[in-house]
């Protein structure tokens, strides 16, 4: 049993990992990756869920932190109801229905 205290910590340093993904993504490409691996690792390790923002915010493919625009294609299919990301840097997609809020 992880004790709580241990799962908020651990919540606490993904999103510090995944503002620092953020921040780097642009010019440290290879380290933002790492960022988001670290923080995959911790949530894995305490069991934590990520939010689903942040699910979405990287490839789970390659763990490239996406930048709208820049390293992911983001799609609305209508008649599906998809959102579709396309990762540019590993060219794997993701899709997501819509419909439901986030
Ligand atoms: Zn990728």
Redesign the pocket.
């Known amino acids: 049993m992880i004790p709580p205290r241990w799962r908020r910590i651990a919540s606490e340093r993904i999103r510090i990992l995944f503002r620092l993904a953020r921040e780097e993504s642009a010019k440290h490409p290879e380290r933002s990756k790492r960022y988001v691996e670290l923080a995959l690792v911790i949530a894995k390790k305490y069991k934590v869920r990520l939010p689903k923002k942040l699910k979405r915010s990287y490839?789970?493919?390659?763990?490239?932190f996406w930048r709208i625009g820049t390293?992911v294609t983001v799609r609305l299919n209508a008649r599906e109801r998809v959102v579709s990301y396309v990762?540019?840097?590993?060219?794997?997609e993701r899709r997501y229905p819509y419909g439901q809020e986030v």
């Open positions: 490839c789970h493919e390659c763990h490239a390293n990762c540019k840097e590993c060219g794997k």
